[in-house]
């Protein structure tokens, strides 16, 4: 498990359990709202979005968050050995959503110059996160079948099922991380 992609709605903890996978297998991390948004939630050009990505993965090993997939997918899922899917209950992500944009604190997987606010984008946004499971990502995955089929899936649902697969991690001897699991 050298190059691992983990998808799942907003607010399902991407960024943590990148943060957390990258930590534990010395893996760098990848956050791909961070390489999308410019300053003030400014949209790129699409190419060069997708050069951002092509550079941040083209090294051996990392860890890979956000979906992006008719944007991304032919570009991450060729190379990944594993995709982690964030089944997060949407009442915890639309909570989680709420949470860190009341709190307005900044975050390390989001560009600068983007900070969460209560306005009617947001209200959107809310929406998407309320209907991803059944607008949103049979799109994604369908678009994963597609690109990387081969590629094995966990499907991880709660934070205690999250807790338990990094434990499981820990005790792989460093030398069987890169070929077991």
């Not at 890979?64 to 209950?89: K, Q, S, V």
């Not at 209907?131 to 966990?154: H, K, M, S, T």
């Not at 205690?160 to 990094?166: D, K, N, V």
Request: proline share 6%; hydrophobic share 40%; charged share 25%.
């Amino acid at each position: 498990m050298q190059r691992i992609v983990i998808l799942g709605n907003a607010g399902s903890g991407k960024s943590t359990l990148a943060r957390a996978l990258g930590k534990q297998l010395g893996l760098p991390v990848v956050h791909l709202d961070k390489l999308f948004w410019e300053p003030g939630w400014v949209e790129p050009d699409s190419e060069q979005f997708r050069e951002r990505v092509r550079e941040a993965i083209a090294t051996d090993a990392w860890v890979c968050e956000g979906n992006y997939a008719r944007r991304t997918f032919d570009l991450r899922l060729p190379r990944a050995d594993l995709i982690i899917w964030l089944d997060t209950p949407r009442i915890t992500c639309f909570t989680r959503v709420i949470l860190r944009s009341i709190m307005n604190q900044p975050r390390p997987d989001i560009a600068a110059g983007c900070s969460e606010k209560l306005d009617r984008e947001f209200l959107t946004f809310l929406k998407f996160v309320w209907n991803f499971d059944r607008g949103y990502r049979p799109g994604i995955e369908a678009v994963r079948l597609a690109v990387g089929p081969q590629i094995p899936v966990i499907h991880l649902r709660a934070t205690a099922h999250i807790q338990a697969y990094l434990h499981s991690l820990a005790t792989v001897p460093d030398t069987c991380r890169s070929t077991t699991l």
